[in-house]
């Protein structure tokens, strides 16, 4: 059974860049078939969709965010990766990673709240 | 960018009782939807794909039906664990795969 968790900072000042990281277990990332993706919710609000990159290193982003947005992988490690730089207020949330058939995401971590605050 | 809407907002049921939630999208997504549940402090869960096809262990009280433009979510007989807020999501236009504001099914 595929399990993520996300991990990073819970706070982040202003005008600095976000880092988050997903753990794969249970699976490879490098297996292929998969996308591995980022989403984001406000507090108390919906689902916004970030990004995701396939294990082969492409990337699609939300066009919203995508100045901003860098989402790698560390095959190695079996981890993927976001990086938000330029963070406001309005970028606080919780992040959560999920695997993505190409499509629906079928498994999701728990997500982290990352607070953006001086 | 697709913009997809979900009514109503808020859906008041009596455990037992029929639950039918409307997505609609704002232009075609096919059947490339698929419908998540979420409960407090959670994360989503994965109910429905393809517009109708329930994710593994999805039990068949719910269903998906609809392409196009206009789908429903229908949970047969709610349970109290099915007390919860449910997004749909477009997959057929991407960047970026759009959810819906989601709709909260609460107890009567």
């Known amino acids: 059974q595929v399990q993520l968790q996300e991990s990073g900072p819970g706070l982040v000042k202003p005008s600095q860049t976000l880092s988050l990281t997903c753990t794969v277990s249970g699976g490879s990332i490098s297996s292929g078939g998969y996308y591995w993706s980022w989403i984001r919710q406000h507090p108390g609000k919906g689902l916004e969709w970030i990004g995701y990159?396939?294990?082969?290193?492409?990337?699609y982003y939300n066009p919203s965010l995508k100045s901003r947005v860098t989402i790698s992988v560390d095959t190695s490690k079996n981890q993927f990766s976001l990086k938000l730089s330029s963070v406001t207020a309005a970028d606080t949330a919780v992040y959560y990673c999920?695997?993505?058939?190409?499509?629906?995401?079928?498994?999701w971590g728990q997500g982290t709240l990352v607070t953006v605050s001086s | 960018e697709i913009v997809m809407t979900q009514s109503p907002a808020t859906l008041s049921v009596s455990p037992g009782e029929r639950a039918t939630l409307s997505c609609r999208a704002s232009?075609?997504?096919?059947?490339?939807l698929a419908w998540y549940q979420q409960k407090p402090g959670q994360a989503p869960r994965l109910l429905i794909y393809?517009?109708?096809t329930r994710a593994t262990g999805i039990p068949a009280r719910f269903s998906g039906s609809g392409s196009g433009t206009e789908f429903t979510l229908t949970i047969s007989s709610l349970q109290s664990e099915d007390f919860a807020v449910y997004y749909c999501?477009?997959?057929?236009?991407?960047?970026?795969?759009?959810f819906g504001p989601g709709t909260k099914v609460d107890i009567k």
């Open positions: 232009q075609s997504v096919s059947s490339n």
């Open positions: 990159m396939y294990y082969s290193g492409s990337t």
């Open positions: 393809g517009a109708s």
């Open positions: 999501q477009q997959y057929n236009n991407w960047p970026p795969r759009t």
């Open positions: 999920a695997r993505d058939t190409g499509g629906p995401g079928d498994c």
